[in-house]
């Protein structure tokens, strides 16, 4: 029989920020709130500047060339220690690392000469603790 | 009216596995267990030799990095994946973001199994390089 609930808002009993999930094999747990991803983004520089599409960060802001920056709308709970992980349309990759703090990081995009580049469209995802 | 439902486990009544979620437009159902990321990891891949082990930032379900070579690395999982399918990316970054290298989740030389996948990362001259920051993340179904 199927069954469905209806709430808002998911705590856990034991840690407030922790609820055990059974994986699909049905014979271990995951965890919630550690397989969320804590923030992403579809940023657009074709044209005017926008955010396609985006959780937890704000408008990125041009640094320089090549360069941007996101903070996140709730803060990460580290400066070092979440994960990221991203894309670029064209012929080019993006690096981060040594610029992210709790609140915000900046993203670099090089383009395969080794040159800061800008491209039109970027896609991010973050892992990691929330606050 | 806000609700609030306090819990330290969800399983599947159907299936154990399996929990549907109604998606941000009110509309379709997504798939709570397969949405999760199953395991993530940050750490940094300079300063170690061939053959060590790699203690990492943060991490979600990993036991183990090692460093195999130069840009090169394999990743322990602890609890297992149902099968090799999965999924897995990732990025990474050098001191001062420097393009000193990016994440090539490939599996050349080591095929992946259900505990283990190896990933590459080059630098912007397509060479072997150890960056300050890898980070990588797996999706999939667990065993």
């Known amino acids: 029989m199927s069954s469905i609930l209806k709430v808002n808002t998911l705590t856990g009993v034991s840690t407030a920020g922790s609820i055990s999930v059974t994986?699909?094999?049905?014979?271990?747990?995951?965890?919630?709130?550690?397989?969320?991803?804590k923030a992403h983004m579809t940023y657009d520089l074709s044209g005017t500047a926008e955010i396609v599409h985006g959780f937890n960060l704000s408008s990125p802001v041009d640094v320089a060339q090549g360069k941007f920056g996101c903070s996140f709308i709730n803060n990460m709970a580290t400066a070092t220690e979440y994960a990221v992980a991203g894309i670029c349309k064209g012929n080019g990759f993006m690096v981060h690392g040594a610029l992210q703090t709790a609140s915000a990081m900046q993203i670099w995009n090089y383009d395969w000469d080794g040159d800061l580049s800008d491209f039109d469209l970027y896609g991010l995802v973050v892992h990691g603790d929330l606050a | 009216m806000s609700s609030e439902l306090v819990l330290d486990e969800l399983t599947g009544r159907s299936s154990a596995g399996s929990i549907a979620v109604t998606a941000e437009g009110g509309t379709v159902t997504t798939n709570l267990q397969q949405g999760l990321t199953k395991a993530w990891v940050n750490f940094n891949g300079t300063g170690t030799s061939a053959g060590a082990t790699i203690t990492a930032r943060d991490s979600f379900n990993t036991t183990s990095i090692t460093d195999v070579n130069t840009g090169d690395y394999t990743i322990t999982i602890a609890n297992n994946m149902a099968n090799d399918d999965y999924a897995h990316a990732g990025d990474s970054g050098g001191t001062n973001n420097s393009s000193n290298g990016n994440v090539y989740c490939n599996d050349q030389g080591t095929a992946r199994t259900t505990t283990l996948f190896r990933v590459y990362t080059l630098n912007s001259s397509a060479s072997p390089s150890d960056p300050a920051q890898v980070n990588i993340m797996v999706c999939g179904d667990l065993a």
């Open chain 1, 23 to 37: 994986g699909e094999g049905n014979s271990t747990t995951t965890n919630l709130q550690n397989g969320l991803a």
